[in-house]
């Protein structure tokens, strides 16, 4: 039987054990450029293994609501952001670990101007964009090496929207 997720609305406390969220809320670490700038520095954690760090980009399609999960995935060799290239907000969908298979998921939405680092290793569902467009960049691994793992849920579940999300 299909279980129901919730979209809770993404915050960096809820997402600490899976990765980083950025955004520039709060006070700059360094003003720049003549004073026109707000430098908010160093704000994940990266890492690539034996790789080396790569920016891609992403055009994904919009998802509809109920979202059907039915896979997370990680990359044992590295970290991966998604940067949105819009002001739309993104689902993002972390599950723990429990002795090399997924947890029960998380389902966030990101605020807008939100951006996300998940930590090596992290469990998740793919880019999910929930408006058009779906561009975003993709910082992650470049590298030898298989970096991806996936897990197929027996049962998948469906993503609703919380009353937040509206
Ligand atoms: N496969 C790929 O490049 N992207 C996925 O890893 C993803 O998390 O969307
Ligand atoms: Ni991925």
Redo the contacts with the bound molecule.
């Keep these: 039987m299909t279980q129901t997720l919730t979209l809770s609305a993404l915050t960096a406390e809820a997402f600490a054990p899976f990765g980083d969220v950025m955004d520039v809320s709060g006070a700059p670490d360094k003003i720049i450029n003549q004073g026109l700038c707000g430098r908010h520095h160093d704000r994940a954690r990266l890492d690539f293994g034996d790789g080396r760090a790569g920016i ?1 980009l ?1 055009n994904a399609e919009p998802r509809q609501f109920p979202i059907t999960l039915d896979m997370v ?1 990680r ?1 044992p060799e590295g970290s ?1 952001a998604f940067i949105p290239m819009s002001l739309h907000p993104f689902v993002v969908v972390v599950a723990p670990d429990e002795d090399g298979k997924p947890g029960t998921p998380r389902a966030f939405v990101t605020s807008a101007g939100q951006a996300i680092n998940l930590h090596r290793g992290t469990w ?1 569902g ?2 999910t964009p929930i408006h058009a467009p779906g561009l975003f960049a ?1 910082v ?1 691994r470049i590298g030898e090496g298989a970096n ?1 793992e996936e897990h197929w849920f027996e049962t998948g579940y469906e993503i609703v929207e919380g009353a937040q999300s509206r």
Excluded: T
């Design positions: 891609s992403f995935e990359h991966q998740h793919v880019l993709v992650d991806l």
